[in-house]
T-cell receptor
Framework: EAQVTQNPRYLITVTGKKLTVTCSQN?????MSWYRQDPGLGLRQIYY?????VTDKGDVPEGYKVSRKEKRNFPLILESPSPNQTSLYFC???????WGGGEAFFGQGTRLTVV | EDKVVQSPLSLVVHEGDTVTLNCSYE??????LLWYKQEKKAPTFLFML????IEKKSGRLSSILDKKELFSILNITATQTGDSAVYLC????????????FGKGTKLSVIP
């Protein structure tokens, strides 16, 4: 089954403790992206990757890092989480170098709480 | 800065009503406009629009784009309680980059 898998689904952590949210897709997609979703602000793009070893900043990259060492994986790293990073995070992937191909898939989301 | 604005932010209708959701945008290097439906989980793809005036249709849902006036509408006819969700509009833009900017969404509630 074609899917984007995020882990963990829920995470409560303390300020400053490094964490990684994993994202894996089994569709051989080149394009992957991370979003955060906050009430009243909608979905905002954090980082995206157009292929292995190619990443770029989205609208809200501060406080986050990503890596794309393999095509299938695109982990989101919070080196020193802060409470303002409490949010719902989505990973997404697409087979084409544009989102309009109708083949964009979203993961189920990771709800992160930083206390 | 790219901007996508959806209206209304929230809407409550009765089953059987027809609704129109709006999405306006200001972006550089427009590539496509996408509509997603988000229930209590990940967004699911509805439509992709790239050309003005061509209606996309899927069952009771339809959408059209006006690239001159920079907006799109999503219509849902004969609404059902299963249509209750947040509808997201996103615009893909960029020359050489592939940014996707989302609006804040329209929360639709369909009551029996």
């Amino acid at each position: 089954e074609a899917q984007v898998t995020q882990n963990p689904r829920y995470l409560i952590t303390v300020t400053g403790k490094k964490l990684t949210v994993t994202c894996s897709q089994n569709m051989n997609h080149e394009y992957m992206s991370w979003y955060r979703q906050d009430p009243g602000l909608g979905l905002r793009q954090i980082y995206y990757s157009m292929n292995v070893e190619v990443t770029d900043k989205g609208d809200v990259p501060e406080g986050y890092k990503v890596s794309r060492k393999e095509k299938r994986n695109f982990p989101l790293i919070l080196e020193s989480p802060s409470p303002n990073q409490t949010s719902l995070y989505f990973c997404a992937s697409s087979s084409k170098a544009y989102w309009g191909g109708g083949e964009a898939f979203f993961g189920q989301g990771t709800r992160l709480t930083v206390v | 800065e790219d901007k996508v604005v959806q209206s209304p932010l929230s809407l409550v209708v009765h089953e059987g009503d027809t609704v129109t959701l709006n999405c306006s945008y200001e972006v550089t290097n427009f590539r496509s406009l996408l509509w997603y439906k988000q229930e209590k989980k990940a967004p699911t793809f509805l439509f992709m629009l790239t050309s003005s005036g061509i209606e996309k249709k899927s069952g009771r849902l339809s959408s059209i784009l006006d690239k001159k006036e920079l907006f799109s509408i999503l219509n849902i006819t004969a609404t059902q309680t299963g249509d209750s969700a947040v509808y997201l509009c996103a615009v893909e833009s960029g020359a050489g980059s592939y940014q996707l900017t989302f609006g804040k969404g329209t929360k639709l509630s369909v009551i029996p």
